[in-house]
C-alpha cells in the first residue's frame, strides 16, 4: 500500500486534490490530509489528518513520517507587496518541508507551482528554471522553492514539478478572477496589448486529476516539470468578453502595450501608501497577462493527464461562488488559514 500525504489539504488546490483521491477510492492508496484545522476539510473525508502548524518543526517530522508520496499543496500566495509575511508563510515553511520529506524518506514530491514561473521567456518549456521577478516578491519565492526542489532530486527522492494554470472554480481563493472583476467595473482598467495574450485558465477538479496522474505516473526522470492547464487556453479578450456576455461586466475601454502598463502598474505601487485602497494595478497582474505559450502536451504523454472541465464552466462555477462570498474587493493577500 502506497501512502500518499496531501499538505494543505483545506485550501484550494489541497481540497481538489483531496476530493480528487475520495473519488478515486483506490483501496491501495493510503491518503492522509494534512492542515492547520480539520474542521476546513471536505465533509466526506474519513481518512487520518495530521492537524498543526507548518512552521513548526516538531509538526513537520510527525507529519511526513511513513509518507511514499507528498502532494504539495501548501499555499500562502500574494499579489502585491507583503514581503516579510511571504518569505514567513510560505519559503520558509516549504523550504523545511523539503528537508523534512528527504530525512524521512518521501520517495516523490509533487509540487505545486505556476505557468508563469518562467514567463515571457520560458514558459512553454515546463522543465525550464523559473524567473525570478524583483517586481512580484512571492513569485521570486516560488522560484526559489522549484530551485531547491531541483537541487534536491535524485533517484530516491523524485519530484514532480507542476506548473498550473490560472485557477478557477469552487472554492476559490486568491486569484485572477477575484482581483479582476471588481477592477473592471471601475471601467479603468484597460486591455494589456489588446487582450491578444493566453490565459490558461484551469478548473479545481482538473488539478485534482493532474495531482492523481502524478501520484500513479511511472517510468520519470528524477526532476519532472509540467505545465497543467485545461483542454483549451483562451486569450484575455475570449475571457472578458463572455464575462461582459454573461454577467454584464464592462469591456475595457481602451488598450496600452506592456511597455506602458508596467510603469503605470508601478506608479499605482507608489501611490498606494497615500491612498485607502489598494493598487488598481500592480505589476505582478500585468505580468500576468505575458504569454505563457503553454499546453498539456508533455503531462498528457508522461502524465496521461487529460482535462476535463472547460474554461467557461470554470468561471460560471466560481462567479456563482463569488456572489455569495464575495460582497467586497478581495486583498491581494492571502490571509493565514
Known amino acids: 500500500m502506497k501512502t500518499v500525504l496531501i499538505t494543505g489539504a483545506t485550501g484550494f488546490v ?9 473519488a478515486q477510492a483506490d483501496p491501495m ?22 492537524e498543526g502548524d507548518l512552521r513548526d518543526a516538531d509538526y513537520r517530522k510527525i507529519m511526513v513520517e511513513g509518507v511514499d508520496v507528498l502532494c504539495n499543496a501548501v499555499a500562502w500566495s ?21 528537508d523534512a520529506a528527504r530525512a ?22 515546463p522543465q525550464s528554471e523559473g524567473i525570478p521577478r524583483p517586481l512580484w516578491p512571492h513569485l521570486c519565492n516560488v522560484v526559489k522553492i522549484e530551485a531547491a526542489l531541483r537541487t534536491a532530486a535524485s533517484a530516491d527522492f523524485q519530484v ?41 485558465i484551469i478548473d479545481g477538479r482538473d488539478i485534482g486529476a493532474a495531482f492523481v496522474c502524478a501520484v500513479a505516473a511511472q517510468g520519470l526522470a528524477d526532476y519532472e516539470g509540467f505545465n497543467i ?12 468578453t463572455y464575462l461582459h456576455d454573461d ?29 485607502p485602497w489598494e493598487p488598481l494595478v500592480t505589476r505582478s497582474i500585468v505580468h500576468l497577462m505575458e504569454e505563457v505559450g503553454v499546453d498539456n502536451a508533455k503531462a498528457e504523454r508522461l502524465l496521461g493527464y487529460r482535462p476535463a472541465y472547460a474554461w467557461r464552466a470554470a468561471i460560471h462555477a466560481q462567479m456563482q461562488e463569488m456572489a455569495v462570498r464575495q460582497t467586497r474587493a478581495m486583498s491581494m493577500a492571502m490571509p493565514i488559514v
Open 229 to 240: 492547464v485545461g483542454p483549451e487556453v483562451p486569450r484575455v479578450r475570449d475571457v472578458i
Open 247 to 275: 454577467y454584464g461586466l464592462p469591456k475595457p475601454h481602451f488598450s496600452v502595450p506592456f511597455a506602458v502598463a508596467y510603469p503605470f502598474a508601478w506608479l499605482m505601487e507608489k501611490l498606494d501608501p497615500i491612498v
Open 104 to 125: 524521512a524518506g518521501v520517495r516523490r514530491f509533487v509540487n505545486t507551482s505556476t505557468t508563469s514561473a518562467a514567463a515571457p521567456e520560458h514558459s512553454s518549456d
Open 14 to 22: 489541497g481540497s481538489h486534490v483531496l476530493e480528487a483521491f475520495m
Open 78 to 98: 500574494s499579489l502585491w507587496g507583503h514581503v516579510a509575511d511571504s518569505r514567513h508563510l510560505f519559503l520558509e515553511p516549504n523550504l523545511a518541508l523539503i
Open 160 to 200: 514532480i514539478n507542476l506548473r498550473l494554470g490560472i485557477f478557477a472554480g469552487r472554492r476559490y481563493a486568491l486569484g485572477v478572477l477575484p482581483i479582476l472583476v471588481p477592477r473592471l467595473k471601475t471601467h479603468l482598467v484597460p486591455w494589456v496589448a489588446g487582450g491578444r495574450t493566453s490565459l490558461p
Open 29 to 50: 492508496l493510503r491518503v492522509i490530509a494534512a492542515c492547520r484545522d480539520r474542521r476546513k476539510l471536505l465533509p466526506g473525508f474519513a481518512g487520518e489528518v495530521r
